[in-house]
């Protein structure tokens, strides 16, 4: 069930509506929506518009929608432990920035800037782990004719290294989704152009990856097409993944490699997923009409919205905020 700009929500309960799982159309759509990320202390969903420069925030009681500009491609926007203070993806830059979600906006700063030797590349994606280290990733110039290959870093972010941080895998096309398992010694990770979802060793107290090996590589998949984009994980160590030119999302076992589920979703450029909600059981989806023509926006009026889907039989996993600094 798809019901364009939902006017209504359940604050008290979870969305359960049917025993099937439901979408729904939350937002009018924007150029390039990316990057949801659930915040339970403000119950708002924060996500950008990359390319307009716009960090934005969804209110889950009322269905409104709040935003800020910067200047420059916008993305990632990850809350802090330290409330109301957000570390932003501007162009190369890493900002930190002062925001109540809503109205009140206050002091911004540039905390550091990357990759000097590929000065046309840019943020892309990337989240807070348990210890609130920042991985942000970068990407290859991009235009008409694709993204410049080999021109991105996984960066990791620290408290006493966020002026110069280190590189985790150099070099990647576009780096994308990030997600850690339940028992937080997995990292997952997509280097989009690959098709590839990968699988590291991960030790929480170094913040370290080790024996890369691939659990899922949409090649070899007959039901599906697309490029995977961003990425989130469930309660059963389950991975959720964006296809990008794909028009769904997939449901993937990384210890099995097999496909689970495959949801349909309104709009061919499907950017990220996240999970929210007071009961973390629905999934938000981010999608874009940035490179549709005019013809194809005619044929995907939703693309560019925030979707939810509802009663997957699941839940995720919290996200976690970033510890990089206690004030502006």
Not at 38 to 65: M, N, Q
Not at 95 to 112: N, P, T, Y
Not at 191 to 204: A, C, L, N, R, S
Request: hydrophobic residues 35%.
């Amino acid at each position: 069930m798809l019901i364009p700009f939902l006017l209504f929500t359940y604050c008290s309960s979870s969305w359960a509506l049917t025993r099937s799982p439901g979408l729904y159309q939350l937002t009018p759509p924007i150029d390039h929506a990316e990057g949801p990320t659930w915040d339970p202390r403000k119950g708002l969903l924060f996500y950008v518009d990359i390319h307009a420069g716009t960090v934005l925030s969804y209110e889950y009681c009322s269905g409104k929608t709040h935003s800020l500009s910067l200047y420059g491609d916008v993305t990632p926007v990850i809350p802090s432990k330290t409330e109301n203070i957000f570390l932003v993806g501007l162009n190369r830059s890493v900002v930190a920035l002062e925001w109540d979600g809503k109205d009140k906006i206050g002091k911004q700063k540039i905390l550091a800037t990357v990759s000097p030797q590929y000065p046309s590349s840019r943020f892309n994606d990337g989240k807070a782990d348990k210890r609130g280290r920042l991985w942000f990733g970068t990407m290859g110039y991009e235009n008409s004719s694709g993204v410049l290959p080999d021109e991105g870093l996984l960066y990791k972010f620290t408290k006493e290294n966020y002026k110069k941080p280190t590189p985790v895998i150099a070099p990647v096309n576009i780096s994308n989704g990030l997600a850690w398992n339940k028992k937080n010694d997995k990292f997952y990770y997509i280097d989009t152009p690959t098709q590839k979802i990968v699988e590291y060793d991960y030790d929480d107290e170094k913040g370290e990856i080790k024996n890369k090996r691939t659990v899922f590589d949409i090649r070899n998949q007959s039901h599906i097409t697309g490029y995977p984009d961003g990425m989130t994980i469930d309660e059963d160590d389950n991975l959720w993944v964006a296809l990008y030119n794909g028009g769904a999302v997939i449901k993937i076992n990384p210890k099995t490699g097999k496909l689970l589920q495959v949801i349909a979703i309104p709009a061919h450029a499907v950017t990220s997923v996240a999970w929210g909600g007071p009961k973390l059981d629905i999934l938000f989806v981010s999608t874009s009409r940035f490179t549709l023509k005019s013809e194809e926006r005619k044929q995907q009026p939703a693309a560019g919205a925030i979707f939810a889907i509802t009663d997957l039989g699941t839940r995720g996993l919290p996200a976690f905020e970033a510890d990089i600094i206690d004030a502006i």
